[in-house]
């Protein structure tokens, strides 16, 4: 059976109650036997007191038929057994039997003590009237002295009837108090776990999903405090799910509506949540539940699936499906361990882009022959005076300018195509700078500037396009002499545990810390002004990132502007 709160309760109490009767039992038991067995002697010795003068007149004048007949009606009377005893133990008168056919009672308990002169007594069994009784033998004095002994007896016959009545009644009293003792307890234990039941049901049903549970209690006290407490908590709660719920039913509205494909994934790529748009890029009405794999069968998602499982860090990659590209970002959800995947539609883009881009190379493919064809008919002109002098090398100054832009334009077409691809040779660095310092000796002395070349002996060989590498090398000295206008140009080249560490350094007009996160974006130049003079197209170190980002290196910029600039390149061994 379950123990509920009223079992308990109920149960506590019963268990004192029914303990206290019993322990009330047995002591009032034991209590009243030894009190009344002290009343009867009492009363015997106050009735002995009280007949003694008769008993000791008669006694005295030996009229012992007399003595006998007194007692014999006497005892009638108050049922209570008396005898008189003279000092050699004869029974000279007795209520209930012939005292000549007694036997000598001299060494009868409370006859031996009466002789000593003081009250005697005795609960034992008579041999004369054969039957177990209460004695009280009180010695008779004349003149001073003890002259025999006036015993009067109970029988114990009647002390236990009388004993068994008031056990009865005390039983009686007792029970009663039990039962009505266990009633209140009952009714008490009622109402106080009746309020507490129905907290119970009521918090049973609020864990079950019924929210809107009133409790109500009408005594006052902690219970009712509690029952408040709980009403306004299942309120609060009540408020929060549905303020959830419509949070619940927005965010469901928002991902089924929006334009991106979004899928959930557990740990072993089994399909939790997808939206509408998910379903239609896969081509399948209800995937959920079933793995991923099952319509997504393409290297790169299993890719992205395993990085972003492994890493648990935003995975970002393009991938193709049914001929549309889409930008798939996954991002792990670290208190869930499920991942999030969204696919993001950039079929236009990217068609538009190649568009863009094919038109640019298409352009500067067609301006390369007419351009080279101007700036050689310019070459040839002469005889002009001055003035005429100056326009023409500005015409050729915009000429270079256009023709080192198509160049540019071209170059960087080429690398950015999906389909380039790095013709790998072995590559000796030190070989390569040297070869590129060569060609800028002349403009730096031009502009008197000094040349440190501190190139590590022994450089190991790398695997990479020495051509595009030139053009790495090409742009960023050519960046170094073109903004700076006195003092040290320094290329400086190391081996290190795993990388060829490159760097040019020039104490040159600096970069703005602002400019810094953008001179590597296409066609950004920092001053306008000074590049057009300088002969900048924006494009140099645009270049210089994606080829070395090809050769899988990297490079960083640090500058201060009047102080000078440092590239440094690491290309991987
Ligand atoms: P540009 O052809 O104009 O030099 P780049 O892409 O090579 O284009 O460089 C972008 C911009 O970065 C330049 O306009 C220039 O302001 C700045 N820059 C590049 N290298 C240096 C340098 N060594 N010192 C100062 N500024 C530089």
């Known amino acids: ?70 007692v014999k009606d006497l005892g009638e009377k108050i049922n209570t057994r008396i005898s008189v005893i003279d000092l050699k133990g004869k029974v000279v008168a007795d209520s209930d039997s012939n005292p000549k056919e007694m036997e000598n009672h001299r060494y009868r308990p409370e006859i031996i003590r009466a002789y000593s002169g003081k009250t005697g007594k005795s609960v034992r069994f008579s041999r004369t009237v054969k039957e177990k009784m209460l004695y009280i033998g009180i010695p008779l004095i004349i003149n001073g002295e003890i002259s025999g002994v006036l015993r009067l007896s109970l029988y114990f016959e009647e002390i236990n009837l009388w004993f068994s009545n008031l056990r009865r009644n005390i039983s009686l009293i007792v029970l ?38 009133q409790v109500l209690i009408k005594e006052k006290g902690e219970l009712k405090e509690l029952a408040e407490s709980f009403n306004s908590m299942t309120e609060r709660l009540s408020q929060l799910f549905d303020d959830l719920n419509a949070q619940k039913e927005q965010l469901m509205c928002i991902l089924q509506t929006m334009e991106e494909g979004l899928v959930t994934l557990d740990n072993t790529g089994r399909i939790i949540f997808c939206n509408d748009r998910f379903k239609t890029i896969i081509n399948n009405s209800s995937p959920e539940g079933q793995f991923y794999w099952e319509f997504i069968r393409i290297s790169e998602f299993k890719t992205i699936f395993a990085k972003s499982k492994k890493e648990r860090k935003t995975q970002i990659e393009e ?29 236009t883009e990217k068609n538009l882009e190649k568009i863009k881009k094919d038109f640019v190379v298409n352009v500067s493919h067609e301006l390369r022959t007419p351009l080279t064809s101007i700036k050689g008919y310019l070459e040839t002109i002469e005889g002009l005076d001055e003035t005429q002098k100056q326009y023409l090398d500005t015409a050729k ?64 060989e790398i695997k990479g396009d020495p051509f595009k590498l030139e053009q790495v090398f090409i742009n960023l000295i050519d960046n170094a002499v073109k903004y ?57 170190l645009s270049i210089v990132k994606h080829i070395i980002h090809l050769h899988k290196g990297t490079i960083k910029v640090e500058s201060k502007p009047g102080q000078g600039t440092a590239f440094c390149i690491s290309l991987p061994l």
């Open 1 to 70: 059976m379950k123990k509920t709160f009223f079992l308990r309760l109920f149960g506590g109490y019963a268990l004192i109650v029914l303990a206290l009767g019993i322990l009330v039992l047995i002591f009032s038991h034991a209590f009243e036997k030894k009190f009344h067995l002290k009343t009867l002697v009492q009363g015997l010795e106050d009735l002995g007191t009280t007949i003694q003068p008769e008993v000791i007149r008669l006694y005295e004048g030996e009229n012992f038929g007399q003595l006998d007949s007194y």
């Open 176 to 213: 009663s108090l039990i039962i009505l003792s266990l009633f209140v307890s009952y009714v008490l234990s009622r109402n106080i776990s009746k309020p507490i039941r129905k907290l119970r049901e009521a918090a049973q049903k609020t864990a079950s999903g019924e929210m809107n549970i």
């Open 319 to 347: 991938i193709v499906l049914d001929e549309k590209v889409f930008l798939c970002s996954a991002n792990y959800l670290e208190t869930r361990h499920e991942i999030v995947i969204t696919f993001h539609e950039i079929t």
């Open 397 to 460: 100054r915009n000429t270079e300018r256009l023709i080192s832009i198509v160049k540019d334009l071209l170059l960087i077409s080429e690398i950015e195509s999906d389909e380039f691809k790095i013709k790998k040779q072995d590559v000796n660095i030190k070989d390569l700078l040297l070869r590129v310092i060569k060609i800028f000796k002349p403009s730096v002395e031009q502009k008197k500037l000094k040349l440190e070349i501190d190139l590590e002996k022994n450089m190991p």
């Open 484 to 540: 700076t206008e006195e003092g040290t140009i320094r290329i400086q080249a190391k081996k290190t545990n795993s990388n060829i560490e490159i760097s040019v350094k020039d104490t040159g007009i600096g970069i703005p810390e602002q400019d810094l996160p953008r001179i590597f974006e296409r066609f950004y130049v920092v001053d306008k002004s000074r590049s057009k003079t300088v002969g900048g197209t924006g494009l140099g």
